[in-house]
């Protein structure tokens, strides 16, 4: 497997001894975990139908109303799967916003966070950070064809994954000479291909998050088969647990309105599962590891501000006040987060850095993010300052304090911050906005199963493939930067 390979395996008491209780704790917590996680079944997943209420025939003896002129016509159950329908059942003002929020989103990695991540590396190593966000949005989107959007958006057998009848979009239709198209259960008024590609880029998204855990040292070959195996075995399932209605986390009720858990936490544990896996950096302590162009990682935090309209109010599904709500509440969580990181960072470092702002903005952004359709904006507001002070610490003296190399905060920032929104949904959701409840303890379930599944599936796919052809570079390429020894190419 290569000197660099036998070289990590010695160097791994070293290099992964201070994270070694970070491990233990989350290994730990798959043994002491509910027994119904594990436990549930299809058929207690879902609730048994409410029988119907009887209906007593008026006696002969018994005085009856007058009957009506006209009865009127029941209304069709909701669908369940997705289905055929009318052209006229589509509406256009909720198409026109879903293709927008498709593309706002798709932004958000290419070139969003292909550049916020750039910016923060070093300069040997800034193509291969590009190249990473690009190729994995090429990647995403054949498997997404292939089979991931069927295991993740329509229903099962089980509660836990869905079936391969969308395999290849079989089924996703536009028929023109019958004025028919497909829809999905999950949005009725608009085409199933909107859906189906709305969707497709978060699936996007969430594995390049991944890569800032594991930043400057990775091999290409090996992000690439990692970042496919993880999407269809730990994407789509957790996918299809919160968002697909028959899904386990669904039933239960944990809410998710644009992905806390099943984005940012689950980026964020398995950026921990790869950094502790790779073990640090060569250098870091003894060397600058400074980012090599902060502009553009102010580009790149600014593009994901922006596209991340397209993620949270988007994620309504219709051009409505719900949206409109969503929008509101990131708007103000991310200036919050903002503020609060750079006030932090303020009084404990005696000047905020451009730096931390973006990556106060970035966490106000993934904590409001599960929230964002089921709060107003006072709560908003709590949610961006607790976001941006937790994720502060939690990215400077947790990190420290632990000793794991996670490269550009994924883990502190994505996860800690998902975590911070995702509980304070349970806590703060107000039923006039989001027409449900929820509570912490109901959130703690989402997160805990998140936290468990992802971090185990993730150690088990990056053994794997390190076994096979190995995850990370020799200490020579890493020391000539990844854009030559993987890519050939150099910004010089």
């Not at 006040?321 to 932090?344: E, N, P, S, Y």
Request: charged fraction near 10%; proline fraction near 5%.
């Amino acid at each position: 497997m290569g000197n660099g390979l036998r070289a990590s395996k010695r160097g791994w008491s070293e290099s992964h001894a201070p994270a070694a209780a970070v491990t233990g704790l989350l290994l730990a917590l798959a043994f002491v975990s509910p027994a119904g996680v594990w436990a549930q079944t299809a058929s207690s997943a879902a609730p048994a139908p409410s029988p119907a209420p009887a209906v007593t025939a008026p006696t002969a003896t018994e005085p009856t109303a007058a009957a009506p002129a006209a009865a009127a016509p029941a209304a069709a159950p909701a669908p369940t799967a997705p289905t055929v329908v009318k052209f006229a059942d589509i509406n256009s003002g909720d198409t026109a916003w879903m293709l927008t929020s498709s593309a706002l989103v798709l932004m958000m990695t290419i070139p969003g966070l292909a550049l916020f991540y750039g910016g923060m590396v070093r300069k040997k190593n800034v193509l291969a950070t590009l190249m990473q966000s690009f190729a994995i949005t090429c990647l995403v989107t054949i498997l997404w064809w292939l089979v991931g959007y069927s295991l993740a958006f329509t229903p099962g057998s089980t509660a836990y994954l869905g079936s391969f009848g969308h395999a290849l979009f079989n089924g996703v239709v536009y028929l023109h000479d019958a004025s028919k198209l497909s829809v999905s259960h999950l949005g009725t008024t608009i085409p199933e291909t909107v859906y189906a590609m709305f969707q497709l880029t978060f699936a996007i998204i969430t594995p390049a998050l991944i890569c800032g855990s594991f930043a400057e040292r990775m091999k290409f070959s090996a992000m690439l088969w990692f970042m496919g195996i993880w999407l269809l075995a730990v994407y789509c399932p957790i996918a299809h647990w919160v968002w697909e209605p028959s899904g386990w986390l669904a039933v239960k009720g944990v809410l998710d309105f644009a992905g806390g858990t099943v984005v940012h936490i689950n980026a964020g544990i398995a950026g921990l599962a790869s950094a502790l896996m790779l073990g640090k950096r060569q250098g870091l302590g003894r060397e600058s590891m400074a980012p090599h162009n902060l502009t553009l990682t102010v580009i790149g935090a600014s593009l994901l501000w922006v596209g991340w309209f397209g993620f949270n109010a988007g994620s309504a599904v219709a051009a409505d006040g719900r949206a409109g709500m969503a929008f509101a509440a990131t708007q103000i969580a991310t200036a919050a987060a903002a503020l609060a990181w750079m006030f932090t960072e303020w009084a404990t470092k005696g000047k905020p850095s451009v730096l931390g702002i973006a990556s106060g903005a970035v966490a106000g952004l993934v904590a409001i993010t599960p929230a964002s359709g089921f709060v107003g904006p006072s709560s908003a507001v709590i949610i961006g300052v607790a976001a941006g002070v937790i994720c502060y610490l939690s990215s400077t003296s947790v990190k420290r304090a632990l000793g794991y190399d996670d490269s550009l905060d994924a883990f502190g920032v994505h996860c800690i911050g998902g975590i911070i929104g995702a509980l304070l949904t349970g806590a703060l959701v107000s039923k006039d906005i989001s027409g449900v409840d929820s509570t912490v303890l109901t959130q703690l379930w989402g997160v805990g199963a998140t936290l468990i599944y992802g971090f185990i599936m993730s150690m088990l796919i990056l053994k794997l493939v390190d076994m096979t052809i190995g995850l990370r570079v020799t200490a020579d390429e890493e020391r000539q930067g990844l854009d030559i020894t993987q890519h050939g190419e150099s910004i010089e």
